[in-house]
């Protein structure tokens, strides 16, 4: 079963270069399908610093520290604002944190099914959700070790935050019955694999800047070796310069234990201890058509997804 947090309780986050949030209770699993030029994918659902505490603003389940003045962001809990304006780091003064939001009718009814299979399957524990938006442009990056990666992933950012989320889905899974009809309901996007598909990275661009919070693994496929990170592609920093929008990095891990990348398996233990950690929201910065800029984030993106695999494998149990 999940692990649960009284309502009580706070959890204290590390910011980076800029603050320490502090959030109580309430506060995108795509593959990277596309490293420009070529379309590489393979789908099977195809600074920290330390923490300083300045200002203060006080609401129920929030205890915000700030020690700069960038970027005002609102804080809304159940639905109401906190009277005094605070910006959280890096963030845009156009988005907010929200603590729930609204699902269409194929979310309603998808999760209630889906969720006690992930409860058979593993016993989950989700840290660092204050650190995802609940409304608002989002990308999320993950590390891809399972096919149950994005599932996992989709079905704990919905049924915690009431969020949907948009993958990148190999065309070809659109043809294949029900399956492609659940992928065209819950509005995924189709990418042709191997040709260098710029109309999905044009969908998935679109898709961000009118808000949909899009997951996106950026190794591209499944890593045969979960205790390492292949190469992250591009498609993550295509995405974030232009759109503006946070990334927020995410470790995965226990996911394997189930699904590794040469199939399912069902050995022991029989609920495997699964792990999603998600980290600190970044912001690319630069121009998307510079080469250089692109490998800036591409590599810093792929520093604190290390990081949070490292902490996920960490809480897990599991030695290093």
Do not use: C
């Amino acid at each position: 079963m999940a692990d649960h947090q009284h309502p009580g309780a706070t959890r204290s986050v590390e910011r980076s270069d800029d603050r320490v949030a502090q959030l109580g209770t309430g506060a995108r699993h795509a593959t990277d399908a596309f490293d420009v030029p070529s379309a590489l994918m393979e789908a099977r659902f195809a600074d920290i610093g330390d923490p300083v505490d300045a200002r203060t603003i006080e609401g129920p389940g929030i205890d915000v520290h700030d020690r700069s003045k960038r970027g005002d962001v609102s804080l809304v809990m159940g639905g109401r604002e906190v009277p005094d304006r605070e910006h959280v780091h890096g963030l845009d003064a156009s988005m907010r944190l929200v603590a729930g939001g609204e699902l269409n009718r194929w979310w309603r009814v998808g999760l209630p099914i889906v969720t006690p299979l992930v409860r058979l399957v593993f016993r989950t524990r989700v840290d660092g959700l204050e650190h995802l938006p609940s409304s608002g442009a989002t990308i999320v990056a993950f590390n891809h070790i399972s096919a149950l990666d994005g599932p996992v992933l989709a079905i704990e950012i919905g049924r915690r935050i009431k969020r949907e989320s948009r993958f990148l889905v190999a065309a070809e899974f659109f043809r294949k019955g029900f399956f492609g009809w659940i992928l065209r309901r819950y509005d995924q996007i189709p990418i042709r694999r191997g040709e260098g598909d710029g109309s999905a990275l044009e969908a998935a661009l679109t898709a961000v800047k009118e808000g949909v919070l899009l997951a996106v693994a950026p190794e591209g496929t499944v890593n045969p070796d979960p205790d390492t990170l292949m190469r992250i592609r591009s498609g993550v920093a295509r995405i974030a310069l232009p759109s503006g929008a946070p990334v927020v990095p995410v470790g995965i891990w226990g996911t394997h234990r189930r699904w590794p990348s040469a199939g399912p398996s069902w050995g022991r233990p029989w609920r495997p201890r699964l792990v999603i950690v998600f980290g600190e929201p970044l912001l690319a910065a630069g121009n998307v058509d510079d080469d250089g800029d692109v490998e800036a984030f591409r590599e810093r993106l792929r520093a604190h997804l290390v990081r949070q695999v490292e902490r996920a494998r960490s809480i897990s149990g599991e030695p290093p």
